[in-house]
């Protein structure tokens, strides 16, 4: 499985209003493995960015004023992302954002037509309701290390999230990230996690969950027979 974890800032909150996406920054996964090929661009939105948004990434109109427009570099971000699952933090408003952007052009692409989407907002939620589930909570609750997060960046957030996601979601194999190799469209100032940071942490259920799980298991066999658990257990 392909997959992409990406994260994008935007000049404002509502692309209705015209606002518009000025970084974006891609994170590829395959087989839940990190493969340090990446994606990252900053973009000319032909507009203001909002003072309120500034005070959130830190991006200027003056850094943007050189940088490429999105109808430039359309073409090969869609190419990277095609047919991959995206991995995306509260979905709704990124990928609003980004077929906002792709209306604007010949022909029309619709993200959802291309890509499978999946929020990892709505997963933190289901497994931590009533608990703060944005990025940062998320990292104290994992020990994924953001302490270079300041501001907010798209390549840098959205290695972040690949490392909380993928923990979210059972762990990976490997790590294999380079932060000297593979980017595509990126530059030397790139905020981002060093690739010697420590492994990720290893969540291993406690004494009580254990305790509960056995006598679960044990309440499955009462009722429907031999489990493929316990099979396996006696084989250990």
Request: aromatic content about 6%; hydrophobic content about 40%.
């Amino acid at each position: 499985m392909r997959q992409i974890v990406l994260d994008t800032e935007t000049t404002g909150i509502d692309p209705n209003e015209g606002h518009r996406i000025i970084e974006i920054g891609c994170v590829e996964v395959i087989e839940r493995e990190l493969t340090g090929r990446n994606y990252h661009v900053y973009i000319n939105p032909e507009r203001e960015v909002e003072a309120e948004a500034i005070t959130v990434h830190g991006i200027t109109n003056e850094f943007l004023a050189d940088k490429p427009k999105f109808a430039e570099v359309a073409d090969e971000f869609f190419e990277f992302i095609k047919g991959a699952e995206l991995v995306i933090h509260n979905a709704a408003f990124d990928v609003g954002f980004m077929d906002s952007e792709f209306a604007r052009l010949k022909p029309v692409r619709k993200t959802a037509d291309h890509c499978g989407i999946v929020d990892s907002l709505a997963i933190a939620r289901k497994k931590h309701p009533g608990q703060k589930n944005n990025l940062d909570a998320l990292c104290k609750r994992y020990g994924v290390d953001n302490s270079n997060r300041d501001l907010h960046g798209a390549l840098l957030d959205a290695e972040i999230l690949a490392d909380v996601y993928l923990l979210m979601t059972g762990g990976q194999t490997a790590l294999s990230l380079d932060a000297g190799s593979g980017d595509e469209g990126g530059d030397g100032g790139i905020r981002r996690i060093s690739g010697e940071r420590a492994p990720l942490a290893v969540v291993r259920a406690t004494n009580d969950e254990a305790s509960a799980h056995d006598e679960f298991m044990a309440m499955m066999e009462k009722q429907a027979g031999e489990t493929v658990w316990s099979r396996l257990q006696a084989t250990e």
